[in-house]
């Protein structure tokens, strides 16, 4: 019995060794990746279409021959796959629009139709419909050129811009991604340009019913949403007929609107859509591409652009901050000094981002005052609740040469916060209440990501700042939120993951809030994720989500196993267990290995798998860090209880 004993502790101990240099690693890995500046940042990858759009937006004004897009064919061609086309995510079997895009920036850049690539592409694209079965923005920036025709784009009035903000519905009941986008193509739709680009293409090729054969109008569905279809009618005749009431005035409204929204460093919302269109709609407008604004806009495209000695591509967003702070948080749990002089470069760092300007979420919400982070560099008008929460973590676990200055951001961000809250007892990412959600019926709006809704995982990520930090907000807010998640976990156990892939995502940060901030009243929620989360693990310990759960709910938590996903769910099942004293430990222990056995010996992980959403259904992320940090702090977390129960 002695010697089993000993044998036991032997290998417990081996295994400990394990963990302890594979954290080890990690950390030396994170911390050789750190700006001199002080903070940590990472690519963000999407699919191709930005890359493709950022393409023809520079063809539109000229300005392409001033930067190296040649490199973007060898791009393309290397993200092309065995079937012709390219994917919306890794593994997808290729995406239509995504393919029509990519087609057309090669076109852009001088590849012949007889290309064999381009054959194949074409082959794709017309299997799948052609370009009469893509999404609306691929039709717009066919249109731009003359390969659609403006009459099959839906129309949206100028005038919506001055609709007062007592009004039923007004620019701001759009989601700050769907706003900061749409209101620089009302000048756009407006003005309906066609550009004779360099060369001159046209995409006849790519239209499966014939170009003699294309009807260029709405489709009707036969249900409600039809009445859309007649109002764009209605619209397209009135501005047939001239017939646009304050048309001038609400341009002028658009052009101001655009230009009191450009960062210094010419970003606007902090996400390519709305810079590509606010720059397109300066162009409408007659700016010069020397003009400064249009300058800073550009060099701000360029600043989000990853160049090699081969390639050239542009990001769609850039994570800073998100980064930072999620580093941060890791490096900390996994033992690092909370004083060390590298976190201290980095909370420092966050503590210079916090945003005390006004921004968008202002005009539903009179009585907050700013405190909170934005996901990006600089994104003034646009901070969001996710970032800040976890930013005030991050600083929660350090300790700065100024604790009081750090305390004074902490306490002026949860009081933000608070004002923020939806009426439904949850956090959106950006805005208050903005949940009108027939605006995501309209034609306009095929990829349905025209609000910002409250949403589980958002509100998780609140709950557990203020339970992990002992932070207290006014009122009932917290009780209100926590029955608003506790609606919100589904019948198996789940909840849905809005900015995650997905219910993997949604389950982990639901339970690592009530953990901290309810663990003695919701046992039952916080077993019942418990559960599902066990219950998906893959047979290689891991865990993977494919991106498809999000249309096909049949694959919740099923997907091939990643370092990001299978984090997720440890660091899930590690809360559950110190909320209600049952761990899953086989579970557990099969996950750690496969995080053991998966990482490189330079102490990182890889994936290929997109784990981070955009729009459900429609635009998917790869954040480069994620397989980095989340293993990390599983690790650490792991490594805690046990030292805890030895």
Not at 209 to 214: H, K
Not at 403 to 430: D, N, P, Y
Not at 484 to 496: H, N, R, Y
Not at 531 to 552: F, H, I, K, M
Request: proline fraction near 5%; aromatic fraction near 12%.
């Amino acid at each position: 019995m002695q010697t089993q004993d000993r044998v036991t502790r032997d290998g417990d101990s081996k295994a400990f060794s394990k963990v302890s240099e594979a954290i080890a690693a990690s950390q030396n890995y994170l911390l050789s990746i750190q700006d001199p500046q002080g903070y940590w940042w990472a690519e963000l990858e999407s699919n191709v279409t930005i890359t493709s759009e950022v393409i023809l937006l520079h063809k539109i004004w000229g300005t392409d021959r001033d930067r190296p897009l040649y490199k973007v064919e060898a791009y393309l061609r290397a993200e092309q796959r065995e079937h012709g086309g390219w994917e919306l995510f890794y593994g997808d079997d290729g995406d239509l629009s995504t393919s029509v895009e990519a087609y057309m920036a090669l076109r852009l850049l001088g590849v012949p139709q007889s290309d064999p690539a381009l054959l194949r592409a074409k082959d794709f694209i017309l299997k799948r419909g052609g370009i009469g079965k893509t999404r609306i923005f691929t039709k717009i920036h066919l249109a731009l050129i003359g390969c659609y025709d403006w009459r099959g784009v839906p129309s949206i009035p100028p005038w919506i811009m001055l609709f007062p903000e007592n009004f039923p519905f007004t620019i701001y009941e759009m989601s700050s991604w769907a706003r900061s986008s749409t209101v620089p193509l009302l000048i756009v739709f407006d003005r309906k340009p066609v550009f004779v680009t360099e060369p001159a293409i046209t995409l006849d090729e790519l239209y499966a019913e014939g170009i003699e054969n294309v009807r260029y109008e709405l489709p009707l569905r036969g249900d409600w949403t039809d009445a859309f279809v007649w109002l764009d009618k209605a619209f397209k005749l009135a501005e047939d007929l001239h017939l646009v009431p304050l048309r001038q005035a609400s341009l002028n409204a658009a052009e101001k609107w655009i230009l009191e929204r450009q960062e210094v460093t010419g970003d606007w919302g902090g996400i390519i859509p709305a810079m590509l269109n606010s720059l397109l709609a300066l162009r409408v407008l007659g700016y010069d591409a020397a003009d400064p604004v249009v300058e800073r806009g550009l060099k701000a495209i360029d600043n989000f652009a990853i160049a090699t000695e081969e390639t050239y591509r542009v990001q769609p967003c850039v994570s800073p901050v998100w980064d930072t702070a999620w580093t941060l948080r890791a490096l900390v749990e996994s033992g690092i000094a909370p004083d060390n002089p590298a976190l201290v470069r980095g909370g420092e760092w966050l503590l210079g981002k916090q945003i005390l300007s006004y921004g968008d979420w202002t005009v539903k919400n009179k009585q907050g005052k700013p405190g909170g982070w934005a996901f990006e560099f600089e994104n003034r008008f646009y901070p969001d609740l996710d970032d800040s929460a976890v930013v005030v973590m991050a600083l929660n676990g350090l300790k700065l040469p100024n604790e009081s200055l750090k305390q004074a951001a902490i306490k002026r961000c949860v009081v933000w916060m608070a004002t923020m809250q939806c009426r439904s007892g949850g956090w959106a990412a950006f805005d208050v209440d903005n949940d009108q959600n027939w605006l995501n019926y309209l034609p306009y709006a095929d990829l349905k990501a025209m609000i910002d809704p409250n949403t589980a995982d958002v509100t998780a990520r609140v709950l557990e700042m203020l339970g992990s930090g002992n932070l207290r907000m006014d009122g009932d807010r917290i009780e209100w939120a926590i029955a608003f998640l506790e609606k919100q976990q589904e019948a198996d156990g789940s909840w849905f993951g809005r900015w995650g892939v997905n219910y993997i995502y949604g389950t982990s940060g639901a339970i690592s809030a009530l953990a901290v901030i309810a663990p003695r009243t919701h046992q039952r929620q916080i077993q019942g994720g418990a559960a599902w989360l066990v219950g998906c693990q893959n047979p290689d310990g891991g865990w993977g989500e494919t991106c498809r759960s999000y249309d096909d709910p049949t694959l919740k938590g099923k997907g091939v196993s990643t370092a990001s996903q299978t984090a997720w769910a440890l660091i899930g099942l590690l809360a559950a267990g110190q909320a209600t004293g049952k761990f899953e430990q086989k579970a557990i222990e099969s996950g750690v290995n496969y995080l053991l056995a998966t990482q490189r010996s330079d102490g990182t992980w890889d994936e290929s798998e997109f784990t981070g959403t955009g729009f459900p259904g429609h635009f998917y992320l790869k954040y480069h860090l994620y397989q980095q940090y989340f293993p990390l702090i599983a690790l650490s977390r792991y490594q805690r209880l046990q030292s805890y129960i030895g």
